[in-house]
T-cell receptor
Framework: DTGVSQDPRHKITKRGQNVTFRCDPI?????LYWYRQTLGQGPEFLTY????????KSRLLSDRFSAERPKGSFSTLEIQRTEQGDSAMYLC???????????FGPGTRLTVT | GDSVTQMEGPVTLSEEAFLTINCTYTATGYPSLFWYVQYPGEGLQLLLKATKADDKGSNKGFEATYRKETTSFHLEKGSVQVSDSAVYFCALPLVGTGNQFYFGTGTSLTVIP
């Protein structure tokens, strides 16, 4: 069990550019979550996958955001036409059982200049 | 809806002092409750959990008791160390499709030697 990994760890981009982040969950976990964390706040839910199906999306997830989990393993989160307000830490978590603990990756810190 | 309210920080303590970080919850049922910790530059790690009323979660000298009568899950440690300096988050899973976590705003703890 190597834990949840995320790539890249840091991303600096100019406003208007597209960015894509990757998350590799714990291999036997079928549930995958994306959260966003801004400075001084707790993580806020963005979206949830069970296997390859995206079953829930937060109102925080605007049309510029899209997430996929094509084979029920790794997931990607893409932000199109980035805005300065998108600057945050993007966290991925996975879980093997509902209502039990979620295991978090180290996060991808996005800075939009 | 279900949520947690966490004591605001920051908290600064001397080494070996007693720590309490308050967390109260609002829930329609009796969800599991969690404390996560985020060390500087790292992702969230599960610190402890309790799955039902009157349960006590414990780990690394930290304890929290799930109290139904006061709807609380306060985090305590008898003697803090410099290495405990981190941000602590109280969390509960929301009832719904994904059971995503609702996190408190976090309490920053700094322990000085």
């Amino acid at each position: 069990d190597t834990g949840v990994s995320q790539d890249p760890r840091h991303k600096i981009t100019k406003r208007g550019q597209n960015v894509t982040f990757r998350c590799d969950p714990i291999s036997e976990h079928n549930r995958l979550y994306w959260y966003r964390q801004t400075l001084g706040q707790g993580p806020e839910f963005l979206t949830y996958f069970q296997n390859e199906a995206q079953l829930e999306k937060s109102r925080l997830l605007s049309d510029r955001f899209s997430a996929e989990r094509p084979k029920g393993s790794f997931s990607t989160l893409e932000i199109q036409r980035t805005e300065q307000g998108d600057s945050a830490m993007y966290l991925c978590a996975s879980s093997g059982d509902p209502l039990k603990e979620q295991y978090f990756g180290p996060g991808t810190r996005l800075t939009v200049t | 809806g279900d949520s947690v309210t966490q004591m605001e920080g920051p908290v600064t303590l001397s080494e070996e002092a007693f720590l309490t970080i308050n967390c109260t919850y609002t829930a329609t049922g009796y969800p599991s409750l969690f404390w996560y910790v985020q060390y500087p530059g790292e992702g969230l790690q599960l610190l402890l959990k309790a799955t039902k009323a009157d349960d006590k979660g414990s780990n690394k000298g930290f304890e929290a008791t799930y109290r139904k009568e006061t709807t609380s899950f306060h985090l305590e440690k008898g003697s803090v160390q410099v290495s405990d300096s981190a941000v602590y988050f109280c969390a509960l899973p929301l009832v719904g499709t994904g059971n995503q976590f609702y996190f408190g705003t976090g309490t920053s703890l700094t322990v000085i030697p």
